[in-house]
C-alpha cells in the first residue's frame, strides 16, 4: 500500500482534476498566490508550459525537469525555482510529491 505524504488537512484543501491518469493536486489560493500539494500515484508527463514564477520542494521520489535545452532531476529535499513565464516541460516520476507556491493568486483559474 502507498504510503499518503500529505495529512487529512491537506486532504480537505480543494482537489483539481488536470485529466492526468495518477495526478492527485490539491490546490489553495491566496490573495498574494497559490499553493499546490501534488502527488504522482503513477508516471505523469506535462507537456511544456510556462506559468508565473513557481518554488517547489520536493517531499518524496524524483522529477525530471527541462527548461532552455537543458534536463535536471530533483529529488526528495530539493528545492528550485522556475522563473515567470520560462517554457518548460516536467514529468513526475510514480511516488512523487511536492508542493509548490505560484507566485499568483488566481493560477490554475485563467
Known amino acids: 500500500m502507498e504510503k499518503e505524504l500529505f495529512t487529512q488537512i491537506i486532504k480537505n484543501i480543494p482537489s ?13 489560493h491566496t490573495k ?3 499553493m499546490y500539494f ?11 508550459h510556462s506559468h508565473a514564477e513557481q518554488w517547489t520542494i520536493v ?6 525537469y527541462t527548461a532552455n535545452g537543458e534536463t535536471k ?12 513565464n520560462i517554457p518548460h516541460q516536467i514529468t513526475l516520476h510514480k511516488g ?15
Do not use: M, Q, W
Open 38 to 48: 501534488v502527488t504522482a500515484h503513477e508516471e505523469v508527463e506535462f507537456s511544456v
Open 32 to 34: 498574494e498566490g497559490t
Open 73 to 84: 532531476i530533483y529529488k526528495k529535499g530539493d528545492t528550485y525555482t522556475i522563473p515567470a
Open 59 to 64: 517531499i518524496s521520489g524524483e522529477c525530471t
Open 16 to 28: 483539481v482534476d488536470y485529466g492526468l491518469n495518477g495526478l492527485e493536486v490539491h490546490r489553495s
Open 96 to 110: 512523487y510529491s511536492e508542493v509548490d507556491y505560484v507566485n499568483n493568486p488566481l493560477d490554475g483559474e485563467e
